[in-house]
Each structure stands twice: as C-alpha cells, then as structure tokens.
C-alpha cells in the first residue's frame, strides 16, 4: 500500500527556513522507486483553497515552482531514502499552512497523498 508521511514542519519566526521532508513507500515490492512518480508539494492555510507550491517529475526530475512560493522555495529528491525535500527560506506569516505532498505519474495528476504536516510562522 502506497504511503506518504511528511515530517519538518513546526514553528518558526518570520525570515526562519524549514525543510519538509514527505517519506514515500509502499512500492518498492513493485520494483519501483521514487523516481517512478512524480511527487508534489501543496499547502492549504485555514479558510484558503489548497495551493500547488512545486512539483518534481518522474525520471529525470524536472522542477517546477507554483508563484505562491517561488524563489524562497527549493525542491529535491533522495532516490535511495525515496523521499522528497522541500527546503523553504524567508518564511513569511502567510506561508502559515498544512503543506501535504502527494504523488501520481505525472505532475498535475495525482493518486496518493499524505496528511499533512503543519507549518506556523510567527513570532
């Protein structure tokens, strides 16, 4: 069974950085690995729709940034942890969200998702 489970969130002040980390398994006795799928960030604040903020793709990895992050985001993959980084910099009070990654074939189509890890800037 396909599982995400994302960690590194917490809270930290205004202009701080953390990096989320979204753990996948479940594949592996399939002979896959991470780079397989694509896996996405996206982060919902409270009373705000879900937000993309990047995606990398399957094989060769390319990345792409959402504006509601770019430049102050950066994406990457370990392909021996089977994991996904997302290292955030210049965090500002609005960045305050769940941010979920999720995972499907392509970027822009996904089948599985992780529950969250919360994210509170403040200070």
């Known amino acids: 069974q396909v599982q995400l489970v994302e960690s590194g969130g917490g809270l930290v002040q205004p202009g701080g950085s953390l990096r989320l980390s979204c753990a996948a398994s479940g594949f592996a006795a399939s002979g896959f690995t991470v780079t397989y799928f694509a896996i996405a960030w996206f982060r919902q604040a409270p009373g705000k729709e879900r937000e993309g903020v990047s995606c990398i793709s399957s094989g060769n990895g390319s990345i792409y940034y959402e504006d509601s992050m770019r430049g102050r985001v950066t994406i990457s993959r370990d392909n021996a942890k089977n994991t996904v980084y997302l290292q955030m910099n210049s965090l500002k009070p609005e960045d305050t969200a769940v941010y979920y990654c999720?995972?499907?074939?392509?970027?822009?189509?996904?089948?599985?998702w992780g529950r969250g890890t919360q994210v509170t800037v403040s200070s």
């Open positions: 999720s995972m499907g074939r392509i970027c822009g189509r996904y089948e599985f």
